[in-house]
């Protein structure tokens, strides 16, 4: 099978999960990166063996057939618009962009040119959500009746070097973490048909508790707590918490809750972890992890091992550039993600319901003979690394 020529723009934190996990995946292969600190460019192109160029040099190459648009949220139209007029296929870490009406013009550039545009996250393509999704197509516990989702935390100053756009418009919690709940939940339920939200902050600025800017105060310009209730197309009630202004608590990731049974999902940001269910009159009791490709750790963090398979998504979508038809994380799941948590912060604002103008079908499940289907056949078995 031919590769897709992958080039990625953008050389900061993420570039180095992407540079890592690809090599995983048929059909796609990195062979340049730029970004418009040099230096970083070319410290990449170093230790992963591949070109440094600058961007317009990289969008400008005939040999690059995909851009990975890993810049900062703020950018991400900009780039993905240049790279479809210079006629790449495009896929933009989340959040895809900042609004319903950027997408929709990537949208139409796309189409016009006969492109395909692509989004993470791809997480809910892992083992443990999409066995999650098997059990209840299968009617495990039920017709879905209600969910509940909190990602909290005290925030990203306490790690990122650089936490400053975090705070600022086009960061929060909601932009920043919501697209893998939110992603999750269209993928076990469906689209959603209206929101509404309260959303603050605890603070007008964050003091930077990581080097080399610890002590340095920066301001807060986005809400940082968020309390949203999204009604599904399907009928469904969730209910989402995003907060980076909380210091501890015993919210669970994800709770389904369907009308014989309930189910507790690990964090969406991650392809693992341990699915519960419960039935009627029944304890909750762990699943038995199905053999899924997905759910084999193959990585090491903080001592525990986890499983990655970021870029799954962007194989997915070079299979679907080369033989045709849909692909799991495309442009319409990703702006009616965008169009979700856009329009949480909007009803923060004013009070009001919002009823969404876009919708999207539920992504094809990807059980293990389709997963591993996108891994090279020497990947059947990954090894372990320290992330």
């Given amino acids: 099978m031919t590769d897709l020529n992958i080039g990625i723009i953008g050389a900061g934190n993420i570039s180095k999960t992407y540079f890592e996990m690809s090599p995983l995946f048929d059909g796609i292969k990195v062979v340049a990166v730029a970004d418009l600190n040099a230096e970083a460019a070319a410290r990449a192109a170093e230790t992963y063996g591949v070109r440094a160029l600058t961007t317009d040099a990289l969008l400008a190459d005939p040999q690059v057939d995909l851009i990975v648009n890993l810049t900062i949220p703020a950018a991400h139209f900009e780039v993905a618009r ?5 006629g790449k296929h495009v896929y933009s870490e989340k959040p895809f962009v900042l609004s319903v009406e950027q997408g929709r013009e990537l949208q139409a550039i796309a189409s016009e040119k006969g492109l395909r545009v692509g989004s993470a996250p791809d997480t809910f393509l892992g083992g443990a959500h999409q066995q999650a999704r098997a059990l209840l197509d299968a009617g495990e516990i039920g017709p879905v009746h209600s969910a509940t989702a909190h990602v909290m935390s005290a925030g990203m ?27 999750a939940f269209v993928n076990l339920l469906g689209p959603v048909a209206r929101v509404t939200a309260l959303t603050g902050m605890a603070s007008a600025e964050r003091v930077i508790r990581s080097e080399p800017r610890a002590g340095e105060r920066i301001p807060v310009k986005t809400p940082t707590t968020i309390h949203a209730l999204l009604q599904f197309a399907s009928g469904a ?6 907060s980076w202004d909380v210091h501890g608590h015993r919210h669970g990731n994800m709770e389904v809750y369907g009308a ?7 964090d969406p940001n991650f392809f693992g972890g341990p699915v519960e269910v419960s039935h009627r009159g029944e304890a909750l009791a762990p699943v038995t992890t199905w053999d899924h490709p997905f759910a084999v750790p193959n990585e090491t963090a903080n001592g525990v091992a986890r499983a990655n398979y970021r870029a799954a998504g962007l194989a997915d979508m070079a299979r679907a550039i080369r033989e045709g038809g849909d692909f799991r994380c495309d442009q319409s799941r990703a702006l009616h993600v965008i169009e979700v948590m856009t329009s949480i912060l909007q009803a923060g604002e004013t009070g009001e319901w919002i009823t969404l103008t876009t919708t999207c079908t539920r992504p094809e499940a990807l059980g293990p003979d389709a997963a591993q289907a996108l891994l090279r056949a020497e990947e059947a078995a990954p090894a372990a690394r320290t992330a």
């Avoid at 240049?82 to 210079?86: F, G, H, Q």
């Avoid at 014989?260 to 690990?266: K, T, V």
């Fill in 82 to 86: 240049a790279a479809l007029l210079a």
């Fill in 157 to 183: 100053e306490h790690w990122h070097p650089n936490p400053d756009f975090f705070f600022l418009p086009g960061g929060g919690p909601i932009l920043d973490l919501g697209p893998y709940y939110i992603a």
């Fill in 237 to 242: 009630m969730v209910t989402l918490g995003a």
């Fill in 260 to 266: 014989e049974g309930s189910m507790i999902l690990p």
